[in-house]
């Protein structure tokens, strides 16, 4: 039986790199920075618990049972976080590639491998989709901003921990002098991109900027990312790497048994069952 399952979850995996390679080639707009394949970054046991982080992001945070990724489950998840609130909308674009408002577990493998073992190219297709929520194939302004204010409030100190250190005299809004400087920090990149002043950039002209003067503002976005998607899954015990996908917790099973899930464990093209969730 444990044999079959491996075999099983390598063919899943094989399936999985073709259907995302495939998906990649549609579209012009999609094939400037769009869906890429991750060549099977995973191995089979990387795949298993992979999907066992999947079944958790599935799980209604109120009745525990199984329910589609959409935007509501995703807001459940990763808007409640107040410092990340401003960018839950823009990251659940970024994931969705084929913009249906439910992010599968093809397009859920897409974002991990892009985000913990993507090249280059990978990484600034990422960085861009989460510049881009609309999708329209330019970074705005007003777009760019929910990730500045991400950025500021993740990076700025209470206001109690920096009065703590410093002076009498120099305590009073000093709380805030560190994520306005990285606010202002991004909204200078942008500037720096759009070459012709008129709020908005391409994703050529994002790769010129990152050709000239390097990668240091996608890596510091996709840490926000990584420190956002870690603090979500962390209560599933798997911790996941650029080079290993560990379970801490092997004993749980995240998957909601009452219902039909096999698809994710053959090669079956049906769609999984989900239950539905409760009306807020």
């Not at 999985?16 to 995973?42: D, E, I, R």
């Not at 493998?109 to 280059?120: E, N």
């Amino acid at each position: 039986l444990a044999q079959a399952i491996s075999a099983q979850l390598c063919l899943s995996e094989q399936l999985v790199c073709l259907s995302v390679s495939q998906a990649g080639t549609m579209g012009v707009q999609q094939s400037q920075y769009g869906q890429k394949s991750h060549n099977c970054a995973f191995t089979p046991k990387e795949l298993y618990n992979l999907k066992q982080v999947y079944f958790y992001l599935c799980l209604h945070t109120t009745t525990l049972t199984s329910c589609p990724l959409d935007r509501n489950q995703f807001h459940s998840l990763f808007g409640n976080h107040r410092q990340y609130k401003p960018l839950w909308r823009a990251l659940f674009s970024a994931i969705d590639l084929n913009s249906d408002n439910v992010i599968d577990f093809e397009e859920f493998l897409t974002f991990v491998t892009h985000l913990k073992r993507g090249d280059t190219e990978a990484r600034r297709q990422l960085c861009f989709r989460l510049f881009d929520p609309n999708c329209d194939g330019k970074a705005e302004k007003a777009d760019f901003r929910s990730i500045a204010e991400t950025r500021a409030a993740a990076l700025r100190r209470p206001t109690w921990h920096a009065s703590s250190q410093l002076l009498p005299n120099q305590a009073s809004g000093s709380g805030s002098e560190a994520g306005e400087e990285h606010e202002d920090e991004y909204m200078s990149f942008f500037n720096a991109c759009d070459d012709d002043s008129d709020g908005r950039f391409s994703f050529e002209e994002f790769e010129s900027y990152c050709m000239l003067h390097g990668e240091a503002v996608v890596n510091q976005t996709l840490k926000l990312l990584e420190v956002m998607f870690d603090g979500v899954i962390e209560e599933t015990g798997i911790v996941i790497t650029a080079t290993d996908v560990k379970n801490t917790k092997p004993h749980i099973d995240w998957q909601d048994h009452k219902i039909g899930m096999g698809s994710f464990f053959c090669c079956s093209s049906s769609p999984p069952v989900f239950t539905t969730p409760p009306v807020a």
